[in-house]
C-alpha cells in the first residue's frame, strides 16, 4: 500500500462508516425532493416536448446531489481532522502534496458517485427508463464530483471553524446548485438571467448531464464539457498551489 | 557519523513572537536527549519545523542528514513524533488506526510489528476498541505506537507524560529506554525534570526561543553547588549571628542554603556553643530543577 492508496482507503472507509448520514440521508432527500416536485408540477409542465416533467427533473437530482455530496466529503473530513487536530497523522508521513490532493479528491469523487447512483436507483420507481448515453454520463458526472471534491479540498482548508464551512456551503454550494437549472429550463429565466445562469459553470454540469438523459439540453454539451474541464484544470491548480504551500496546515 | 538531528541557526517568527532565534543542536545517533525549557520557549515550534509541520524563516534541520525540507520524504520516513496534544480519528479502532498509518509510510504487511508495538504497550486487549472510547491513557499509548509503526530511527517525545498516571508513565520509559538500548535516538521535551534527569544523557535548554545551555546531564548538574538542609532545634531562635540565613519554615523547621560543607559544620558548632540541640536534619542534593531554575534566572 503506497501512502497515497492508504489515505484514499481511509477516506473511503471513513465515509463509509458513518454511511447512512453520508450516503443514506443525501438519496432521501432528493426523493423527497423528486416526491414534492413532480407531484406538484408534473401535469403543469413540459419543459422539453415528449419529456415529462420527472423526468427532466431526475438528472438534475441525480447531479445536484453528487455535487453536495462530493463537496462534503473532503470540506467535512478536513475540517473534523483540523478541528480535532488529528491531521497530523496526515502531515508527518512523507505524503506528498500530489498524493494528498488526490486521496481526498478520489474519495470525494467516489462518494459523490455512489450517492448519485443511489438517488438514480430509487427515482426509477417515478420515472420511466431511459438508457442514458453512458459517455456523457460518466464525463458530467466524473467532472462535477471532481471540481467539487477540489472546492471541497480548499474550503476544507481554508475553513478554520465549522461555522466558516457552513457559510461556504450555504452561501456558495448550495445556491450555485439550486440555482443552476435542477428544477427547471434557464430558457424559462428572463433574458438577464439566462445569462447569469451562463456565468455559472455548474449550470453547464447539470444541463449537460440531463443531455445525457434526455437528448435535450440548453446549451452545447460539447461546450458543456469544455466549460467543465476548464474549471477542474482551475481550481485544481489552485488547490495544488495551496497545498504545496502548506497554506493554513504547516505553518 | 551523521547526526540523528542537527539543526543549524533556526530562526522562526509568529506575528509578534520570536518563537526561534538562531537555534544550533547537534544529537548523534543513539542519545537520550532531554529538550527543556518554560512554556513558549520554543521547544514544540522546534519539533515541528523537523517533523515538517512548520516551516523555518531562516537556517536548516536535518533528520539522519536528511533536509527536512528537500527530502522531506526520507527525513519523515526516519522520524516518529509523538504529538503533545491528545489526537486521535474517532472512525477507527486502534488496530485500524495503526494499519492506516503504516500505509501512509507505504508499509502494507507490518501487522507482525503492529502486534508487537500493541503487546508492549499493553493495547492488545484494545486493539478492536474504537479510538473514542479509549481512556486518556490508553489514547496516550495508541500516539506513541501510531509514532513508531514505521520503525524510525529517531523517536521525538514532545511532553509524553503530561496528565499520565504513575504505571503508564513507568512502563512507557521502560519501553523508551529499550528502544534507546536498541539503537534508537531519542528527543524529549517535558516538564518533569526529574523524568529528564533520570533519562536523558545529555540536555539542553531553550529560552525565548535561544538555547541557554547544552551539556551532559552530568555536567550540568555540577553547574549548582547550592545544597540545601532542613533542620529541627530545640529552641524558638536560631543564633544571632545566623539569624539572616536560617530560614524559618511553617513547620517550624529551619532551612539554610549553603554551598560549601564547611558552612554547614560552623552552623552545627555555634548551635552546640548556644547548647542549642539540633532533633532532625536533612540533606538535600542539588537537582536538575535547581540547574533549570538558576540557569533560567540568570539568562
Known amino acids: 500500500m503506497s501512502g497515497l492508496s492508504a489515505l484514499f482507503y481511509k477516506e473511503m472507509l471513513r465515509f463509509w462508516k458513518v454511511m447512512v448520514q453520508t ?25 422539453y416536448p415528449g419529456v415529462s416533467y420527472t423526468s427532466f427533473l431526475v438528472p438534475g437530482l441525480v447531479m445536484m446531489s453528487m455535487l453536495q455530496n462530493a463537496f462534503s466529503n473532503s470540506s467535512s473530513s478536513l475540517i473534523q481532522s483540523k478541528m480535532q487536530g488529528n491531521i497530523v497523522f496526515v502531515l508527518l508521513p ?45 464525463a458530467y458526472a466524473l467532472l462535477a464530483c471532481a471540481i467539487m471534491g477540489a472546492i471541497g479540498i480548499v474550503a476544507g482548508i481554508w475553513a478554520e471553524k465549522y461555522d466558516q464551512l457552513a457559510a461556504f456551503q450555504n452561501f456558495l454550494i448550495l445556491p450555485l446548485t439550486f440555482l443552476s437549472g435542477v428544477f427547471y429550463s434557464i430558457h424559462s429565466l428572463p433574458a438577464f438571467w439566462q445569462g447569469v445562469s451562463h456565468a455559472n459553470p455548474v449550470f453547464y454540469l447539470i444541463d449537460g448531464f440531463r443531455y445525457a438523459f434526455v437528448g435535450h439540453s440548453d446549451s452545447d454539451p460539447w461546450l458543456g464539457l469544455l466549460v467543465a474541464s476548464a474549471c477542474f484544470v482551475a481550481i485544481s491548480a489552485i488547490t495544488l498551489v495551496l497545498l504545496k504551500r502548506g497554506y493554513k496546515l504547516r505553518h | 557519523m551523521t547526526p540523528a538531528i542537527r539543526v543549524s541557526e533556526l530562526r522562526k517568527r509568529f506575528r509578534t513572537t520570536q518563537a526561534l532565534d538562531g537555534v544550533s543542536i547537534d544529537i548523534q545517533q543513539g542519545e537520550f536527549f532531554g529538550l527543556l525549557g518554560p512554556n513558549g520557549a520554543g521547544k514544540t515550534t522546534l519539533i515541528s519545523i523537523l517533523a515538517g509541520l512548520t ?18 520524504r526520507q527525513s519523515r520516513r526516519a522520524l516518529g513524533v509523538v504529538p503533545q496534544e491528545l489526537v486521535y480519528d474517532p472512525f477507527f479502532n486502534v488496530r485500524e488506526t495503526l494499519r492506516i498509518q503504516s500505509g501512509y509510510f507505504g508499509l502494507k504487511h507490518n501487522d ?31 500516539l506513541v505506537a501510531q509514532a513508531l509503526v514505521h ?19 513507568r512502563s512507557l520509559w521502560a519501553f523508551i529506554s529499550r ?4 539503537g534508537h535516538t531519542i528527543l524529549l521535551t517535558t516538564h518533569y525534570l526529574e523524568e529528564a534527569e533520570a533519562l536523558c544523557g545529555r540536555i539542553a535548554m531553550l529560552k525565548s526561543g535561544r538555547v541557554v545551555a547544552c551539556d551532559t546531564t552530568r555536567n550540568l548538574l555540577q553547574l549548582t553547588n547550592e545544597h540545601c538542609a532542613q533542620l529541627r532545634i530545640d529552641a524558638a531562635a536560631a543564633p544571632a549571628a545566623w539569624q539572616g540565613r536560617l530560614q524559618a519554615g511553617a513547620d517550624g523547621s529551619w532551612r ?40 533560567m534566572k540568570r539568562t
Open chain 1, 23 to 47: 450516503v443514506v440521508a443525501p438519496v432521501v432527500t432528493a426523493l423527497l425532493y423528486l416526491l414534492i416536485f413532480s407531484h406538484v408540477l408534473e401535469a403543469h409542465i413540459e419543459v
Open chain 1, 94 to 138: 512523507p505524503l506528498s502534496y500530489l498524493e494528498f490532493f488526490l486521496a481526498y479528491l478520489g474519495a470525494a469523487v467516489i462518494r459523490g458517485l455512489v450517492v448519485g447512483l443511489g438517488v438514480w436507483l430509487v427515482t426509477l420507481w417515478f420515472a420511466p427508463w431511459q438508457a442514458p448515453h453512458l459517455g456523457w454520463l460518466l
Open chain 2, 179 to 182: 528502544l534507546n538500548r536498541e
Open chain 2, 112 to 142: 507482525g510489528w503492529i502486534d508487537e508495538i500493541m503487546h508492549h504497550l499493553d493495547l492488545a486487549q484494545h486493539a478492536d476498541k474504537n479510538t473514542q472510547s479509549l481512556s486518556g491513557g490508553m489514547k496516550r499509548r495508541l
Open chain 2, 256 to 295: 539554610i542554603n549553603f554551598s560549601e560543607y564547611a558552612e554547614l559544620e560552623s552552623l552545627l558548632a555555634d548551635l552546640r556553643v548556644a547548647g542549642i540541640r539540633v532533633i532532625e536534619m536533612q540533606l538535600q542534593e542539588p537537582d536538575l530543577e535547581d540547574v533549570f531554575t538558576d540557569i
Open chain 2, 55 to 72: 516551516r523555518a524563516d531562516a537556517g536548516h534541520a536535518e533528520i539522519m542528514g536528511h533536509d527536512v525540507v528537500r527530502d522531506y
Open chain 2, 151 to 169: 520503525k524510525p530511527p529517531v523517536i521525538v517525545l514532545d511532553e509524553p507524560t503530561a496528565g499520565v498516571d504513575v504505571d503508564l508513565r
